[in-house]
């Protein structure tokens, strides 16, 4: 059966670290990843997106990393602040009109 | 510029009532989605619509339905509400004629349903 899996457990780091997660998929083949952002009681905003034949994409302090033989993404936040606080989605496309999303990721930074 | 707007934000329901949500596209945007988000879960596809079409359905069972209207806004609707409906539910947008593999969406607040 088709899966998408990210981390199972939330995230908690302290200001300045870098926070890492994973996207793992299943029977699925994916032209291209995204990764959206969800604060509490609001829709997913985009972050950023990386095509099946790109390795690597940064924005800003973001880089994800996308290997289609792993079937894995990793998402990255550098420097991380409080205001990086958040649940993050990672979403294939299949090219055909929908996106499938995980189930997120919570992702709390200390100050 | 006005995203994407949905109503209403709240809403509660009983068990076999019918339910309407609408949802205004981003400026621009001619493509609606819509998604529902369980608790703790991820947004789930329900349908797109495009040129007033059904494009795409996700697995839904048919009490689910939609409309596009020529102004490009879109209604939700659910007939014979089950507990199980209980949800967020997003409206995304995007443009048709961008790059198709930019496949990127532009998220309502969501409506929250609840079924009692």
């Known amino acids: 059966s088709q899966k998408i899996e990210q981390n199972s457990e939330a995230l908690n780091i302290q200001e300045g670290k870098t926070a890492t997660l994973t996207c793992n998929y299943t029977?699925?083949?994916?032209?291209?990843l995204q990764w959206y952002r969800q604060d509490p009681g609001r829709g997913p905003v985009f972050l950023l997106l990386i095509r099946e034949n790109e390795k690597e994409k940064r924005k800003e302090r973001l880089k994800v990393t996308f290997d289609t033989t792993l079937k894995q993404s990793l998402f990255h936040i550098t420097a991380s602040q409080p205001a990086d606080s958040a649940t993050y989605l990672c979403a294939l496309d299949m090219l055909d009109y929908k996106l499938s999303f995980g189930a997120g990721t919570t992702v709390t930074v200390r100050a | 510029d006005a995203g994407v707007t949905q109503s209403p934000t709240h809403l509660i329901k009983t068990r076999g009532q019918q339910v309407t949500l609408r949802c205004s596209p981003k400026s621009g945007h001619d493509t609606v989605s819509w998604y529902q988000q369980a608790l703790g879960q991820g947004p789930q596809f329900i349908f797109q619509y495009y040129e007033e079409e059904e494009r795409q359905r996700g697995n839904f069972p048919d009490r689910f339905s939609g409309h596009q209207f020529p102004n490009y806004s879109s209604e939700l609707n659910v007939n014979a509400l089950l507990l199980g409906d209980s949800a967020l539910y997003l409206c995304?947008?995007?443009?048709?004629?961008?790059?198709?593999?930019?496949?990127?969406?532009?998220f309502g607040a969501g409506t929250r349903l609840s079924v009692l």
């Open positions: 995304a947008s995007s443009y048709s004629l961008t790059d198709l593999a930019k496949n990127i969406q532009y």
């Open positions: 029977n699925y083949s994916p032209a291209y």
